[in-house]
């Protein structure tokens, strides 16, 4: 079974430009999460999605990052304009289930971005 | 809100010794318990879970984790470190319900192992 994709991998930006960052879940997995790790930190939910729906987005800074699910299966999140202390590692995770309490995460292998 | 303490930013421990990592949590009710491990480079993997049942979980890779629920605690141990064990560990909590379902990590603990 495929695990989470994503990419880029790593990604240099200079702050003020945009990116884009993409993620194909695990087949079938209804739940799709993108996380911000900063370094030193645990990650942090961004936004979640159910399907193509937004479950929750109570911590995404929506007045620069957008994301989207279209279709139900991959999705991307974007930030426009990237400032510095957006340089951290963006994770992807999927799950089968509805996302409650009894749901398990698989985790891709990360984003890098650096904004200079 | 729930939230999830690892008092130990950084471990480091000869191959052959004994682990514990530390992790407490904070939540109005017995909460699900997760150890995820992040190799360099790498995305999140879960070591083992706690739902409920028996307070002691096995996980993958020889580890095991008890949950005490006088201590709000959920330490992860292993009792004979490999060299490929060097990682980080992050203890993570969510809701056992809830329609906003949302899993809380901690800060992380950073193990080296020493040959």
């Known amino acids: 079974e495929a695990g989470v994709a994503q990419s880029p991998r790593y990604k240099i930006i200079e702050k003020r430009q945009s990116v884009a960052f993409w993620c194909n879940p695990i087949?079938?997995?209804?739940?799709l999460y993108w996380y911000q790790q900063i370094l030193g930190q645990g990650p942090k939910l961004l936004i979640q999605?159910?399907?193509?729906?937004?479950?929750?987005d109570s911590q995404l800074p929506k007045d620069r990052f957008s994301a989207e699910r279209l279709k139900g299966v991959d999705s991307t999140l974007k930030i426009q304009p990237a400032k510095l202390e957006d340089s951290a590692v963006y994770l992807c995770?999927?799950?089968?289930?509805?996302?409650?309490?009894?749901?398990?995460?698989?985790f891709g292998a990360g984003t890098r971005l650096s904004v200079l | 809100a729930q939230s999830v303490t690892q008092p130990d930013i950084h471990i480091t421990v000869s191959e052959g010794a004994s682990l514990e990592l530390r992790c407490n949590y904070s939540?109005?009710?017995?909460?699900?318990l997760f150890w995820y491990v992040q190799s360099p480079g790498q995305g999140l993997q879960l070591l083992l879970k706690?739902?409920?049942?028996?307070?002691l979980v096995q996980g993958i890779k020889g580890f095991e984790a008890e949950f005490k629920r006088s201590q709000s605690s959920f330490n992860l141990r292993k009792p004979s470190v490999h060299w490929s064990d060097a990682a980080e560990y992050f203890c993570?909590?969510?809701?056992?319900?809830?329609?906003?379902?949302?899993?809380?990590f901690g800060k992380g603990t950073l193990l080296t192992v020493n040959p």
């Open positions: 087949s079938g997995h209804a739940t």
């Open positions: 993570a909590v969510g809701p056992p319900w809830g329609s906003n379902y949302k899993l809380t």
């Open positions: 995770a999927s799950s089968s289930l509805s996302g409650g309490g009894s749901d398990i995460q698989y």
């Open positions: 999605f159910q399907n193509n729906g937004v479950v929750d």
């Open positions: 939540y109005g009710a017995t909460p699900y």
């Open positions: 706690y739902f409920s049942g028996d307070t």
